[in-house]
């Protein structure tokens, strides 16, 4: 897929008219190191995903330049924040440029009055928030991945928070922000056009289009943040159950229980405490007749989450909740960004220990459909389960996605032992996350809801969930991006450039 | 609704149970594998595939992860933003040279950047949560280590590595002064006027920074013992603990340095080290026991351990008010790699006159000074970028004195503190004027200034 030497000097020359030689990186490990993010991949097939170099710019006329000359050189151009991005999004599918945007992180402007601050997209929330803690304040895009991915990622996949109950998730915080275009020009995009506006209805609303793109409509070069006053109080309390059904009949009581400060609710599924019960010794006793877990959140000032928290105790108390106590609710929701992901919790059916990474699959799905699509999910890991130990099953959540519990943020989480991985597992796998994506559909639900769905396998229905928008998504692929030099590949876009397509 | 109905639920695969418990169903064990295999190495392995053979569980265990929890923690990657040179990078190169991708020529300059600090294992979830159960923890700092001695070994070298560590060898100590000559002739200047005895069964051990650079912290230490009515004498023949070549990735250089020194303590009938250097402090409770096993039967004792202890017992009591206001800089190896950080800050609280802001011990993963793990050796530039971070961070706290635990430490964040306006000072020079010791010896400073980098052909 890479460039051949002759296009590369020439390439590199050109850039050299932007960047310094020290932004510009072509060793092998500076491109094998940005060829893969945390989502398993054919790591045997390695080699096929890498950039031809990486850019390390620092504004966004860097940015607006590299993107120019690749334009007019015809090469792939591939956003890359975090690196933490579950769909393959920040991988290279055609070689090209890896935009790296990591060194743009720099908080360009505190508004305390009007409760925004602007930063480079390569900050990430928690570094942020740090800074904002001495005023009081805090930006509250909560995804498990909060200590490690960055603002300009969050745009490119228009994530989702876990206390977006309460604030929103960060299609609702980002106000606006500066835009490198596929050709190289710059906007300023927001709801209008305005910088700190969270509300306008003059001309389309393209905030949207320009978000969860995964880089396939250009690089958001620095972001425009809504901010809120850092919670005074946070109650979490985590509540066990001795069965499903009472445990996911608690979780939409609570989720339609409106109260204020309610930020979210978890449901832990079968399946996932028994993945928690691998540990119990390494961290939290989860004891034999707990079957499901629930967890609440409440942000808020200590007297409004207080009375809040004890009408959700009530409710939780009515479907026949057992309350873990304040130790391990406390501990658990602290530990909520960290307990993803430990590969040593994989094991073979047998039981041995190893090294798997974590993968999940997810989808919208409205609360009424959970247990139904529960049940397939699972059926489908067991299947591949029951072919090889590549595969382990770690279990079932599903977090509210809004304020009154009409849909919910399903994941299921799949070890996968890399080190086993071959064309053969690979090919299961893409089947499965196929297979995985018809069950939400079948469901009406939105697959791959959070992490966007551009990736091998469950790509191939987003025609399907879209419809006529997937046509529309070609038109604008087209309309904004002639030459196809963002990140090619992803999103089955390049329907948007084969003969016969509607011009 | 239920999720254990329908037809799966004869199927052992089908409903949720833990691996491993024992009152699984046997069936589990015994359904057929398609795919898994054991591992075998290639016919006629690379040499870097032999190497990432003893490392491939460890580094596909942060691969698997990649989630990079430790990246906003790592004192070079925060100042540099480089992916390549972040601690998950440094175990993803391991599987590519497992997969036969890439080779240890390919990868070995990217393994300069890092100060072994050590944050990113406390940051890992692998660690946090389940490492120690499963014995496996997340070891980062010996995966570089043991990538750096793989290249030395292989005769890849970094130029101004291969030339600190001729000159170490040359004169037995680090040529922490340029072109200074530093040797063995030189090694208990610092202590001049102080008289004190060589041999016996306790000796202090005084690392090259602070014998030849920064020779007020051995001062302050030797006279704090003296006033407490500690006995100990000084080495006899001192060589440079080999803990710089460990990291460094000159091991044998390293072992043939150890191995002098203990013989030396052997011949003076030395049974106890007393130890002010962090830095030594991880050589001799971490790699001469790697090197000599059960026959390293030497008592290892931290001086800001014994000092805390000393005023514990009232035998040492700090009396002249410091009008300062401090923060303290946790060094890496004693807070994150050792996990003490009590102790220092038992000893700034009893010292009366201080203003002490302190930064919690948790919060100083992410601080570094960046003096460590032979950054400073080959990448000055970054090792200063690092210390002015930690000093803006100092600086936000409104002090006009930053304390540290370190003597390599301490001419780095001395440097940026000249530009902050914030005195670096050693702890154990604090609490010599609290104790009303008038110290003497030299902060570094002009005299020496710059050497450590400047000098590096
Ligand atoms: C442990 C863990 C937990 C996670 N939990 C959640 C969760 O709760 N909620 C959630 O939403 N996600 C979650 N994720 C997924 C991931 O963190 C998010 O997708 C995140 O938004 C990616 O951010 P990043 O900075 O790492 O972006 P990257 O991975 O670098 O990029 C993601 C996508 O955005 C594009 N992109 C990057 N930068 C820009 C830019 N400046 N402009 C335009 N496009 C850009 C890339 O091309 C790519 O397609 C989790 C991931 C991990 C590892
Ligand atoms: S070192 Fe630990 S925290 Fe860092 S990427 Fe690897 S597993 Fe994650």
Redesign the interface.
């Known amino acids: 897929m890479t460039i051949a030497v002759e296009r590369l000097d020439e390439l590199v020359t050109a850039l050299r008219t932007v960047l310094r030689d020290e932004q510009i ?1 072509t ?4 491109r ?3 060829a ?3 989502a ?1 991949f054919p ?2 097939r ?2 096929e995903r890498l950039p031809d170099l990486a850019v ?1 710019p620092t504004s966004t006329e860097e940015v607006a330049g590299v993107v120019r000359i690749a334009n007019d050189l015809r090469v792939p151009v591939v956003p ?1 924040d ?3 991005g579950l769909t393959d999004g920040a991988v290279p599918l055609r070689g090209g440029i890896v935009v ?1 945007v ?2 743009m ?1 720099a908080i360009k402007e505190l508004d305390l009055a009007n409760r925004t601050v602007t930063v480079g997209t ?1 900050i ?1 929330m ?2 942020l928030n740090e800074q904002l803690a ?1 005023h009081g304040l805090f930006y509250p895009d909560d995804p498990a ?1 909060y ?2 991915s960055l603002v300009g990622g969050r745009i490119g996949t228009s994530g989702w928070s876990l206390i977006g109950s309460r604030y929103g998730h960060t299609r609702d915080l980002v106000l606006s922000f500066d835009h490198v275009l596929p050709t190289g020009e710059v906007m300023h995009v927001g709801d209008g056009v305005g910088h700190k506006v969270s509300k306008s209805s003059s001309g389309y609303q393209l905030k949207h289009l320009f978000m969860g793109h995964q880089g396939t409509l250009g690089i958001a070069t620095a972001a425009t943040l809504k901010l809120f006053p850092k919670p005074e109080a946070e109650l979490s309390p985590f509540w066990a159950f001795d ?3 009472d445990a ?1 009949a608690c979780v939409g009581a609570l989720a339609r229980a409106g109260a204020a400060t309610f930020a979210g609710a978890v449901l832990f ?3 996932k ?3 928690l ?3 119990d ?3 939290i006793p989860q004891p034999g007749d707990v079957r499901a877990l629930v967890c609440a959140v409440m942000y808020g000032y200590e007297d409004e989450v207080r009375p809040a928290g004890k009408r959700l105790f009530r409710i939780a108390k009515e479907h026949g909740a057992r309350y873990l106590g304040d130790e391990i609710s406390q501990g658990d929701w602290a ?1 909520r ?17 190893v ?4 993968h999940c699959e997810d989808a919208a799905i409205n609360y009424t459909d959970l ?1 139904s699509v ?2 397939s999910w ?2 489908i890991v ?1 299947d591949l ?6 595969f ?2 770690w ?1 079932m959540f599903a977090y509210t996605s809004g304020s009154t519990g009409v849909d919910y943020l399903t994941e299921i989480d799949v070890g ?5 991985l ?1 064309d ?2 690979w090919e299961m796998w893409v089947k499965a996350k196929r297979d995985l994506a018809a069950v939400a559909l079948a469901h009406h639900g939105s697959i791959s809801a959070c992490h966007g769905s551009c990736r091998e396998g469950e790509v191939d229905l987003v025609p399907d969930e879209l419809g006529r928008g997937f046509d529309v998504m070609l038109d604008i692929k087209r309309a904004l991006d002639p030459n196809n030099i963002m990140n090619p590949g992803k999103y089955l876009l390049d329907r948007a450039y084969e003969a016969g397509t509607r011009s | 609704m239920t999720q254990l109905d329908g037809p799966g639920a004869s199927d052992p695969v089908s409903v949720p149970f833990t691996p491993g418990m024992r009152d699984n169903p046997e069936e589990l064990a015994a359904i057929p594998d398609e795919i898994v295999r054991a591992h075998v190495l290639p016919p006629g392995p690379t040499r870097s595939q032999e190497f990432s053979e003893q490392w491939r569980n460890a580094a596909y265990s942060c691969f698997s992860s990649g989630h990079k929890f430790c990246r906003e923690v790592c004192p070079v990657t925060q100042v540099t933003r480089n992916e390549s040179w972040t601690p998950t990078a440094f175990h993803a190169n391991v599987v590519a040279m497992d997969k036969g991708e890439m080779t240890i020529e390919e990868i070995a300059a990217d393994y300069v950047n890092c100060t072994q600090c050590g944050a990113c294992e406390l940051r890992c979830p692998n660690t946090l949560f389940t490492g120690d159960f499963y014995r496996f923890r997340t070891r980062t700092v010996d995966v570089v280590k043991a990538v750096r001695a793989f290249a030395v070994e292989s005769g890849v070298h970094q130029p101004a590595w291969q030339s600190w560590n001729e000159r170490t060898d040359e004169r037995s100590h680090e040529p922490v002064l340029g072109q200074t000559a530093v040797s063995q002739e030189h090694v208990r200047d610092w202590s001049d006027g102080l008289d004190l005895p060589i041999g016996g069964e306790t000796v202090l051990f005084v690392d090259c920074e602070a014998a030849f650079y920064r020779t007020s912290v051995p001062r302050a230490v030797a006279q704090i013992l003296q006033l407490a009515g500690y006995e100990f004498g000084l080495m006899g023949n001192q060589w440079c603990c080999g803990g710089p070549a460990a990291e460094m990735g000159y091991v044998d250089q390293a072992k043939r340095f150890a191995q002098h020194n203990l013989d030396d303590w052997r011949s003076t009938g030395t049974k106890r080290l007393l130890v002010l250097d962090p830095h030594d402090y991880i050589s001799f409770t971490e790699d001469y026991p790697k090197y000599f096993g059960a026959d390293f039967d030497i008592e290892v004792v931290l001086v800001v351990e014994l000092f805390a202890e000393l005023i514990r017992e009232g035998k040492l009591t700090p009396r002249v008010p410091v009008e300062r206001a401090i923060t303290y800089h946790d060094p890496c190896r004693l807070n994150k790699r050792k996990g003490i950080w009590k102790e220092p800050r038992e000893i700034l609280r009893s010292i009366p006159g201080l203003d002490f802001k302190d930064v919690d011990r948790v919060t100083q993963w992410s601080y570094c000074s960046g003096g460590g793990g032979g950054l400073p050796v080959e990448k000055p530039e970054l090792t200063a970028a690092i210390s002015a971070s930690r000093l803006e961070n100092a600086a936000r706290l409104d002090v006009d004195t930053l304390v540290s635990a370190c003597p390599w430490s301490e001419r780095p964040l001395g440097e940026a503190g000249e530009a902050a306006d914030i005195d670096v000072v050693d702890i154990h020079e604090m609490l010599a004027e609290s104790l009303g010791i008038e110290v003497g010896g030299s902060r570094g400073g002009s005299e020496g200034s710059g050497a450590r980098g400047g000098d590096r052909s």
């Open positions: 990186l060793s092998k490990p500076d094998y190191n940005r893969r993010v945390p398993p790591v045997h390695w080699s390390l890359r975090g690196g933490t790296d990591k060194r992180n390569g990430n928690l570094k001495r991945s200590p490690c069965n499903y059904d996911y599924d079968e399946w405490v028994a993945y019960r691998r540990d010794e390494a961290y530990a960004h960290d307990r993803y992901a430990t590969p040593l919790h994989g094991r073979t059916k047998a039981g041995q220990v090294p798997m990474s974590w247990p529960t049940k699972h059926e067991a389960r029951r072919r090889t130990d590549v382990d099953d279990g996968i032992w890399e080190q086993q071959d053969r597992a």
